[in-house]
Every structure is written in C-alpha cells, then in structure tokens.
C-alpha cells in the first residue's frame, strides 16, 4: 500500500521544460514589447522561441508520454463537470495529468499564446514603419491592422487566462492540499493525489528524449523558414 510519501512521476522532462520556458519567454516578451525601441529585436526572438514551443508542445500532444497527450487529458464537458463537483469535496480527485477542467485550460492557452505569437508575425508599428514582423510586408495593409490591433488587446485576455490559471492552482494548493507546482517542477505527484486508493498503478509510457529532440528541431526550422519567408 502507498504511504503519504511516495511519489509517482507523471512529467516527463519535455513538458516541464516547455512550461518554464514558456513562462519565462512570456515575461521577456511582455517587458520587451512594453518597452519598444531597442528591446523590439529580444521581443521578436522571445516571440520565434515561444512560437517553437508550442509547435513542439502541439506535437509532443499527439506522439509524446501518456501525459503529455491531448488524448490522455481531453475528456469532454461530462468529466469537466463530474470534476468540477468535486471541488466542494475536500477528498479527491485523483488526476494522474491534468484534471479534465485543467486540460481544458491547457489547450486554451496553448491556443491564446499561439494567437498571441501568430498575430504578432503580421503586425507592424504603422506610426513610425520601422518596427514590422517578419510577415507585415506579405500581406495587405488592412490585414496588418487587423492583426496589430489583435495583438496588442489580446495580450490583456491572455492575462487574465494566466491570471485563472495560477488562482487555480492556488485553489488546489490552498483546499486540496495538491502541489501542483512541485509536480510540475520534479515531475512527481504524491500517489494517494494521483491514484485513487486500490485502483491498480496506470500504465504510464515515456516517449524518448531523441523524440523530443528530434521534434523540438523540426519546431525550430519550421519557425526559421515562416520568418525567412518575411524576406
Ligand atoms: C505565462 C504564464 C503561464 C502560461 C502561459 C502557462 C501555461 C501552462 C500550460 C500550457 C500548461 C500545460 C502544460 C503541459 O501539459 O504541457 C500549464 C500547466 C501548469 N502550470 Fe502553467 N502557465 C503559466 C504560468 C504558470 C505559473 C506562474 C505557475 C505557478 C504558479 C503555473 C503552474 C502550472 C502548473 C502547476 C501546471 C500543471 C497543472 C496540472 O497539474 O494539471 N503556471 N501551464
């Protein structure tokens, strides 16, 4: 039987990695953009980096560990619902990955910050024309300010998507009692969080580092070739 110490590893080193990164890569590119001038070139490499992480991150969701996949954490409505009644419980639930309501929410942002990065390739400073992304000049001017006006109030909608997502990992920590963050850190949760008493230990695979390497490269060529077509 499990005692209250022992641990299982649920994250594998890809994902833990693309999740700091990904937040460290925000941060930059928020500060960066707020500053303008000079610090627009660290914002457009902030901004490739984190494009490559998410075309990394959409892949590992279909070929990488069992966690990591979209599969093993997209449940539907039904499950985000029987998960939310849970809540008011002060027992349970028992999530190997995400928990069906926080998948969802991984998927969300995964798409907000790849809307964020996506329109920031087309935008452009049309005060002063000098500060373009790579696509600005492929595509008509309307769409230009289409994308540039997107840009700069959707950054408020990611934030307060970030700023629902840590209050709800700060719920876990604060009523359930589940550290989430130090799962997602070490990659280990404790095993009476992550399974329900008697129910037999899944079956967890982890896809290899090669994969994650190979798959990381590809992300990072596709960017460089989606920036070179800028010209
Ligand atoms: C820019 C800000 C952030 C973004 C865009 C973001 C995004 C994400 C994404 C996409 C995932 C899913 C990871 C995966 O499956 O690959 C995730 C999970 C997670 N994030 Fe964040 N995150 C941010 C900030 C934070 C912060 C500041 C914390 C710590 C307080 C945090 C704690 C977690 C935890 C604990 C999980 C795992 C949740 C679970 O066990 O289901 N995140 N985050």
Redesign the pocket.
Known sequence: MAGKSDKILVWDVP?RL??WL??LL??TSYFSGRAGGDWMQLHFWSGYAILTLLLF?IAWGFVGSTT?RFSSFLKGPKAAFAHVAHLFRKEGPH?V???PV??AM?LV??FA?LAQVVTGLFSADTDTGMVNGPLALKVADKWVERATDFHSWWINALLIL?AI??AA??LYLVWKRHN??G??ITGRKRVDHAIEPGAPAPRLSFASSRLAISLLLASAALVYFIVRAGG
Do not use: K, Q, Y
Request: hydrophobic content about 70%; proline content about 0%.
């Open positions: 994902v693309f999740h990904l937040v925000m941060a991150r990591a999530d990955g995400h928990n926080g998948g991984v942002l995964i910050v970030v997502h840590v990992v700060a989430l963050v799962a997602m």
